[in-house]
């Protein structure tokens, strides 16, 4: 299993770009998760979902869209980058209320 | 809401030593559970331990062993026969558990930053 696969590992955007951040799943888990991890500070929640076609906000959602057609795929949408959006980027994935594993993250400037 | 509060933002120990990483935690709910992270300069966030608030027994993996004191809202995680592999940020979380068992989010603290020197 190769486990939380995220692509890219690094990308700078200009102000006003868009872009996808894609994860993908092989663990069959129906939870997904996107969190962000800013300089100094723990994670935050950006988006979740609980299966294929059911996704919801979390503590940090402005800025952001999600969609989730498959059970593996969980991709993350930019719109508008700014430079608050500058962060590091996780998708997770879990079966219900087991432990959640993380993907290897995306690095996201944005200048 | 929940908050996690790691009190020590760095920390050093020596190879082959024990050391203790703090955690406190606010919430009102009875069912939950908590965990470390442990995140190497490579960024991934690896899994350390998991204690579920209703075991009264202390989770323990292999070097790695916590102390939950559910009234006074601790989780404090002890390495023992600390390894260079072992400096990382480690991170406290806090999940809580709804009815019926749907979970949606973990709420981190801060980090502390564990050096392990030579």
């Known amino acids: 299993n190769a486990g939380v696969t995220q692509t890219p590992k690094f990308r700078i955007l200009k102000i006003g770009q868009s872009m996808t951040l894609q994860c993908t799943q092989d663990?069959?888990?129906?939870?997904m998760y996107w969190y962000r991890q800013d300089p100094g500070m723990g994670l935050k929640l950006i988006y979740y979902s609980v299966g294929a076609g059911i996704t919801d906000k979390g503590e940090v959602p402005n800025g952001y869209n999600v969609s989730r057609s498959t059970t593996e795929d969980f991709p993350l949408r930019l719109e508008l980058a700014a430079p608050s959006q500058t962060s590091v980027y996780f998708c997770?994935?879990?079966?219900?209320?087991?432990?959640?594993?993380f993907g290897p993250g995306t690095r996201l400037t944005v200048l | 809401a929940q908050t996690v509060t790691q009190s020590q933002p760095e920390m050093s120990v020596q190879e082959a030593e024990t050391v203790t990483l703090s955690c406190t935690y606010d919430?009102?709910?009875?069912?939950?559970?908590l965990f470390w992270y442990k995140q190497p300069p490579s960024r991934q966030m690896i899994l350390v331990i998991r204690q579920e608030a209703y075991k009264q027994q202390n989770a323990t993996e292999n070097r790695f062993s916590v102390n939950f004191q559910k009234a006074a809202k601790s989780f404090s995680l002890k390495i023992s026969d600390s390894q260079l592999g072992d400096t990382a940020m480690y991170f406290c979380?806090?999940?809580?558990?709804?009815?019926?068992?749907?979970?949606?989010?973990?709420?981190f603290g801060k980090g502390t930053l564990l050096t392990v020197n030579p």
């Open positions: 979380a806090f999940m809580k558990l709804y009815r019926g068992g749907s979970n949606y989010k973990l709420t």
């Open positions: 919430t009102s709910e009875n069912n939950y559970y």
């Open positions: 663990m069959n888990h129906n939870y």
């Open positions: 997770a994935s879990s079966y219900r209320t087991d432990t959640q594993y």
